[in-house]
């Protein structure tokens, strides 16, 4: 069978098992797929499908540090580098003689050999080239930040040999899901929102564990199989796992972050959409200020079927697990910077559900798209259009447009950098100190010896953010201990009760807010 027709079957097998209509079109599609890495002609056209995701055929991309410590820990034998970009060899063989013995950095520094043979010399016979690189930066001493960087930094090009056992699309499937077979073809509707939200999931269930950290390695194995990355899934954290059913076999998978990797503000979540346990799309949520900041994808496979349906579960979901008031998608999603969302029309996909920018000046170019679709519903917006309309977040409900809030991070980081340069300039350490004791005190917390280590992290990382805060010390106590409880979930074991009490808060929310737009003076 043609390359091309392979992959077609393939696929075919991929939907049905995610939407068969009866218990003979699922044995049959399991069949398919169980065999498939055997098949005699994907055996001979394995490198005509390199990096399509079927079992039994390689992957090459450029992993960030997180997956590519995960891959090498979990398929040592099978990820090597792919030395055919060697545009990063002169940057690895540069780095090399940090990353062994003394011994071995002198001679390494004397011969002058190109990296791939100066690997070749340094690793075991029974460790790939690979697998030695990342076990060395593994070693390097410092924090994770520091191997992150330097990893990151060297911008390696790996190949993920497609071998039984190791991440494939094919094989791909969490058994703890909710299963339904389907009556009919994929919803295709698009939905109103305001009604559709208030309809609550079946149930959200938190994972124990184990089964928490199988879905973080699915979510994951989904990523790789399509030469993608998520820091939300590569930083996922086993023990914040939330099953939630939606009834009629579609499930979302909300996986948390470890605590040392979670954004300053906003509380990030990554969702895996799963039909009947397989993955169709992914999502990302950043969760503040009543509002869930949407990235919003349907896998290849799945698309132009019930993407408008799943989307507005989706928003239901979210409102009934965070609380959530508003929805916002940020520029990227909409084409900025983004080609494959300015050659889908995503803007308009959100348009339709009634989402609208939030910058005045692009309203009204809006206006004036949505008119001309208004009067000749086969009008297209040119790519000049909507690379202008994807300037700016778009805002659900539009309302929300006076009164909303996008977490403003870049605001308040600058705003926050201001106020530890004044203090201390370089001395970026002692300027935190400071922080940390005046909030200590303004907050009423006589000890830390009941934090724990990742609740006391995020103590010394909200100091600054607290110690801006105009008038702290004189909120009423209540006001204060439950200051206290947000910064302490914050390093909990769910983000999520973070954005509850932040949001429920009656007074931090607006004066966080008030410090991405006036710089408080230093007191």
Request: with cysteine; charged share 25%; proline share 6%.
């Amino acid at each position: 069978m043609h390359p091309k027709a392979l992959e077609r079957l393939h696929e075919a097998a991929c939907f049905r098992r995610a939407y068969p209509r009866n218990a003979t079109e699922l044995a049959a599609a399991r069949r398919v797929l169980a065999a498939f890495h055997r098949r005699p002609d994907l055996k001979r056209h394995a490198e005509a499908l390199a990096d399509s995701g079927i079992a039994g055929t390689p992957i090459h991309y450029r992993f960030f540090w997180p997956m590519a410590r995960w891959l090498a820990n979990r398929y040592p034998a099978s990820l090597t580098i792919d030395w055919r970009e060697a545009e990063f060899a002169g940057r690895l063989a540069a780095v090399l003689p940090l990353l062994v013995t003394p011994a071995e950095s002198e001679a390494l520094r004397r011969a002058g050999l190109p990296a791939r043979t100066a690997i070749e010399r340094l690793r075991a016979k029974r460790e790939t080239d690979a697998t030695f690189l990342v076990r060395r930066i593994e070693a390097l001493p410092g924090d994770d930040a520091v191997r992150e960087a330097t990893h990151d930094a060297l911008d390696v090009a790996y190949r993920l040999d497609g071998k039984v056992g190791g991440p494939s699309r094919t094989h791909a499937f969490f058994g703890g899901a909710p299963f339904a077979f389907r009556s009919g073809p994929p919803d295709r509707s698009r939905p109103d929102l305001a009604s559709a939200i208030l309809v609550p999931p079946r149930s959200a269930r938190e994972l124990p564990t184990r089964d928490g950290a199988r879905l973080v390695d699915l979510a994951r194995a989904a990523m790789v199989t399509r030469s993608r990355d998520l820091d939300a899934f590569a930083h996922g954290d086993a023990r914040d796992v939330t099953l939630v059913d939606d009834g009629d076999g579609l499930a979302f998978a909300l996986i948390g972050v470890v605590p040392e990797r979670r954004l300053f503000l906003p509380a990030v979540y990554g969702a895996l959409t799963l039909r009947n346990g397989i993955p169709i799309g992914y999502v990302q949520l950043d969760v503040l200020f009543g509002n869930a900041e949407v990235s919003y994808n349907t896998f290849t496979s799945f698309r132009g079927g019930e993407a408008g349906f799943v989307f507005a579960r989706l928003l239901a979901v979210t409102r009934h697990v965070f609380g959530v008031r508003t929805f916002s998608i940020e520029p990227y999603q909409l084409g900025r910077g983004n080609d494959e969302g300015i050659l889908s029309g995503a803007w308009w996909f959100y348009a339709h559900f009634g989402f609208r920018p939030r910058d005045k000046k692009v309203s009204r170019f809006a206006r004036s798209e949505l008119a001309k679709r208004g009067r000749n519903p086969g009008y297209r917006s040119s790519r000049r259009a909507l690379l202008r309309l994807a300037e700016t977040h778009v805002v659900w409900p539009e309302k929300a447009l006076q009164g909303g809030v996008v977490t403003p991070t870049v605001a308040i980081g600058f705003a926050l950098a201001a106020r530890l340069a004044a203090a201390a300039g370089a001395d970026r350490e002692a300027a935190l100190a400071a922080c940390e004791k005046r909030v200590t005190s303004r907050l009423g917390v006589r000890s830390l010896r009941g934090f724990s280590p990742d609740e006391r992290l995020w103590w010394r990382r909200f100091a600054p953010l607290l110690d801006a805060i105009p008038g702290l010390a004189r909120w009423t106590p209540e006001e204060r201990r439950a200051v206290v409880r947000v910064v302490r979930a914050k390093g909990g074991r769910r983000e999520r009760d973070y954005v509850r009490l932040f949001d429920a808060h009656p007074r931090l929310p607006a004066a966080v807010a008030a410090l991405g737009v006036a710089l408080p003076r230093m007191r």
